[in-house]
Nanobody, 121 residues
Framework: QVQLVESGGGLVQPGGSLRLSCAASGRIFRINAMGWYRQAPGKQRELVATITSGGSTNYADSVKGRFTISRDNAKNTVYLQMNSLKPEDTAVYYC???????????????WGQGTQVAVSS
């Protein structure tokens, strides 16, 4: 019943900015960590950023200082503000959420469908 819906992907020029959103909906009891991964063609999926329920963040070295992850707990939504974008940031970006659907279940990771980000002149 849980679904993560991403939005905000698109084409942007190098040095530009883009803001990704991912909203979780359905049967949700509690969300712990949320995060963003990305996968470029022919490459392995890599961690971009994570954020805990308390707001602690973690970033891949490649995006530190350029990307900012945030969340709106009231909306069950995680955001990724991407600034100073580079061509190497081009990838499909996936959001995830570690959540419990009820107080009787373990935390389970759910994934969004992915949104394409293309950085090109």
């Amino acid at each position: 019943q849980v679904q993560l819906v991403e939005s905000g992907g698109g084409l942007v020029q190098p040095g530009g900015s883009l803001r990704l959103s991912c909203a979780a909906s359905g049967r949700i009891f509690r969300i712990n960590a949320m995060g963003w991964y990305r996968q470029a063609p022919g490459k392995q999926r890599e961690l971009v950023a994570t954020i805990t329920s308390g707001g602690s963040t973690n970033y891949a070295d490649s995006v530190k200082g350029r990307f900012t992850i945030s969340r709106d707990n009231a909306k069950n939504t995680v955001y990724l503000q991407m600034n100073s974008l580079k061509p190497e940031d081009t990838a499909v970006y996936y959001c995830n959420a570690d959540l419990r659907s009820s107080e009787y279940t373990y935390y389970t990771r759910y994934w969004g469908q992915g949104t394409q980000v293309a950085v090109s002149s």
